[in-house]
Structure formats: C-alpha cells, structure tokens
C-alpha cells in the first residue's frame, strides 16, 4: 500500500470509528454528515468521498460494529467444541457486547429501514447461522440449519429486550438457555 492508499484507508477508519462513538452519544438522528465532518475535522467531500451515501455509510458502521462483535465471539468460543457450551458462551458474549455498546446496537436498529442493511442483516444472519450449525449437530437436533437459523434470531430478540431495559436480564438469559438441552 502506498502513502496515499494508507491515507485514505486512515481516513475511512477514523471517519468509521468517529461514527461508532457518536452514536453512543446522539443516536441515529444525531449522527449527520455535518455533525461527523465537524467531529473530525474533515470536509463533506471526503465523507462523500469515502462512502458516496449516508446508507453506505451506515452499512460501513453496521459492519464495522458486527466485526468487533464477531472478535468477541471468536475469543469467547476459542478451544470449545462445537455443542452446547460454546453456544452458551458465544451468545454470553454477544449479548455482554451489544450491552456495553448499547447506542451503537441503537443505532444499528434504527438503521435497518435502509435496504443496503436489510440485506445486511440477512446475509450476517445466514453466515452466523452457518457458524452454529454444527452446534446444533452435536446436540442432535433433528434440523441443525433450522435449529441455528432459530437461535441466531432467539439471541438477538434477547440483546434487544436488554438494550430496551439497558442491562441484563437474567431470566431472559435463562430463558434462552432453557431452549438448549443439559
């Protein structure tokens, strides 16, 4: 990579980074172009530059957000087997995170009235499902695919319930536990 390739990618970052803690500040609504542009210090022409459309880059932030995520799970879920202990941490840790990221996850949430993030949603969904699928296995579940497709929505309905309270729900955790056998 050259200077200026390292530059622009600097720039694209800071201006992603800057995205995700405003939103744990001002929500969806406060995170505007103009109010981003000022944070850093940057022109409208480099946002523009960078992501073209607000909707790109909010899927940029949708990514960014579900990456860290996804470091988490990883180091959760690291040198478990596949079953019912790694579903139980990897979820622990997902549900730890969008709490302690909550205005993120927000704003996330707001944001899927955009087509690019619906489609998002949808693909993430299906590529995390396909994680937890041999989970499912294991634990002989007579639809592996189905049962992980479900569970992936049973986790984020539970992170949900807990950014509307705005900390943990133990029977809600309990809750979703109950759906795995012993």
Same mark, same amino acid.
């Given at each position: 990579?050259? +200077?200026?390739?390292?530059?622009?990618?600097?720039?694209?970052? /800071?201006?992603?980074?800057?995205?995700? &803690?405003?939103?744990?500040?001002?929500?969806?609504?406060?995170?505007?172009v103009n109010?981003?542009? /000022?944070?850093?210090?940057?022109?409208?022409?480099?946002? *523009?530059?960078?992501?073209?459309?607000?909707?790109?880059? #909010?899927?940029?932030?949708?990514?960014? *957000?579900?990456?860290?995520?996804?470091?988490?799970?990883?180091?959760?879920?690291?040198? +478990?087997?596949?079953?019912?202990?790694?579903? #139980?941490?990897?979820?622990?840790?997902? #549900?730890?995170?969008?709490?302690?990221?909550?205005?993120?996850?927000? &704003? +996330? #949430?707001?944001?899927?009235?955009?087509?690019?993030?619906?489609?998002?949603?949808?693909?993430?969904?299906?590529?995390?499902?396909?994680?937890?699928?041999?989970? *499912?296995?294991?634990?002989?579940?007579?639809?592996?695919?189905?049962?992980?497709?479900?569970?992936?929505g049973l986790?984020?309905?539970?992170?949900? &319930?807990?950014?509307?309270?705005?900390?943990?729900?133990?029977?809600?955790?309990?809750? &979703?536990?109950? *759906?795995?056998?012993?």
């Open positions: 990579m050259n +200077l200026r390739e390292d530059s622009a990618a600097r720039t694209r970052a /800071a201006l992603v980074d800057s995205g995700l &803690l405003l939103a744990e500040r001002l929500g969806l609504g406060g995170v505007s109010v981003l542009v /000022a944070e850093l210090g940057v022109s409208k022409g480099t946002f *523009f530059h960078h992501f073209g459309t607000r909707a790109n880059y #909010l899927l940029a932030l949708h990514r960014e *957000f579900h990456e860290r995520l996804q470091a988490v799970i990883d180091s959760a879920t690291s040198g +478990l087997a596949p079953g019912r202990d790694r579903l #139980l941490a990897g979820s622990t840790a997902y #549900l730890d995170a969008c709490l302690r990221d909550r205005g993120v996850k927000a &704003l +996330l #949430l707001e944001a899927r009235a955009e087509p690019l993030i619906v489609d998002e949603v949808t693909a993430r969904n299906t590529h995390n499902a396909a994680l937890i699928e041999p989970d *499912f296995k294991v634990l002989g579940w007579p639809h592996p695919e189905a049962g992980a497709r479900l569970w992936v986790v984020a309905e539970a992170a949900l &319930l807990e950014l509307q309270a705005g900390h943990e729900q133990g029977s809600v955790r309990n809750a &979703l536990w109950q *759906f795995l056998p012993a």
